[in-house]
Every structure is written in structure tokens, then in C-alpha cells.
Nanobody, 112 residues
């Protein structure tokens, strides 16, 4: 079955950086568009970034453009989200997504 396992979340100070990882299994990763979403307390889940199967096209929400970078390693069936210049409003649970499948999420907290 499809499994998506996120990791890398942490408590970080404003202006800091983090790299999230999502290890995938149970499907043909190299043929799949992958996405990151996030959900802040009391808010709806929102799309953050997406990357096509070969990594040729990447798209970002306006709120993270220029600060976050999505990438993938098809040999490792892993998608990454490099986050820089983090702000308190980036605090959320970050989820990896492929179609109808979701990971369990990883908590990112940006606070001094």
C-alpha cells in the first residue's frame, strides 16, 4: 500500500532553516507528481509546493515563493522541502501528498 512518511520537523527560530523529507513507498514514485501541504492550528490545510515526476516543473504558493524549495530524489523515492527565512506564520503541520494519499505529517514550529 501507499506509504508517505514525513520527517525533519522541529522548533526553529524566526529566520532559520529546515529541510523536510518524505519517504515514499508502495507506488511508482518516479512517475508521480508530489506535493507538500501544511495546516496551521485552526486553519484549513493549504497547498505549499508541488514537483512533477522528473522534477522539471516546480510550483509554489505565493506565501512561500522565494523561501522554500521543493526537490526530489527518484532513486531514493524521497521528496524534500527546503525551508529558509522561516517566519512564525510558517508554523504548521506539514504533509506530503500524492493523489489521495497523505503522510502523517511533521510539526514545524517557528518561534523565538
Amino acid at each position: 500500500q501507499v506509504q508517505l512518511v514525513e520527517s525533519g520537523g522541529a522548533l526553529v527560530q524566526p529566520g532559520g532553516s529546515l529541510r523536510l523529507s518524505c519517504a515514499a513507498s508502495g507506488f511508482t514514485f518516479s512517475a508521480s507528481t508530489m506535493k507538500w501541504y501544511r495546516q496551521a492550528p485552526g486553519k484549513e490545510r493549504e497547498w505549499v509546493a508541488s514537483i512533477t515526476s522528473a522534477g522539471g516543473t516546480k510550483n509554489y504558493a505565493d506565501s512561500v515563493k522565494g523561501r522554500f524549495t521543493i526537490s526530489r530524489d527518484n532513486a531514493k523515492s524521497t521528496v524534500y522541502l527546503q525551508m529558509t527565512s522561516l517566519k512564525p506564520e510558517d508554523t504548521a503541520v506539514y504533509y506530503c501528498n500524492r493523489g489521495p494519499s497523505w503522510g502523517q505529517g511533521t510539526q514545524v514550529t517557528v518561534s523565538s
